[in-house]
């Protein structure tokens, strides 16, 4: 299937704001331990790896803290991770994105983050997708991934710039 023909999860009608249901979370964790960690991704040869340190975040508690990252976002208010509808509905995209990333759909960019580490831009336009890896070898580590929107576009636009500030 082509990348910019990917669906949603869930039917946003289906899908409330604050929280999935039981059986909501179940589907996307089971897509998230599918694709991570009952078979280990292979991404350019090298493994791609997450946080394995379990939750304790009250909507996820005891689930890896690499799927709770990839489905909440940092709170502008609290500093605290919350529920994420759309990221949360988009779980199962990161893995054919990454297995497809030379797909014409997928901008490719690198950057150093402020700590020096070096990061993995994926970014697929059409659906305002972003994945983030990190360099951690000898694997890569699955940071996040997220629509962009109103609220990110700010942090996105520098990742953009200083990408094609190099080039």
Known sequence: MPL?????LF???????DAPTNDQLYIMYGHFLTHFHKTPLIHKGRRVVFNTNRSRHPLFKGKFE???HVVTRKSQYTD?????????????????ILDDWQSPSVSY??????????QYFYWVQSLSFLIILRELTPNLLLVTSYCI???NIGQFRKYLNEFRGRK
């Open 11 to 17: 039917d946003e009608n289906d899908l409330d704001f």
């Open 80 to 96: 605290k991770r919350q529920y994420d509808r759309d990221r949360a509905n988009r779980v199962h995209w990161i893995k054919p």
């Open 4 to 8: 910019d023909e990917l669906e949603i």
């Open 109 to 118: 960019f690198e950057r150093v983050n402020d700590y020096g580490q070096l």
């Open 66 to 68: 690499g799927f709770v």
């Open 149 to 151: 929107d109103v609220h």
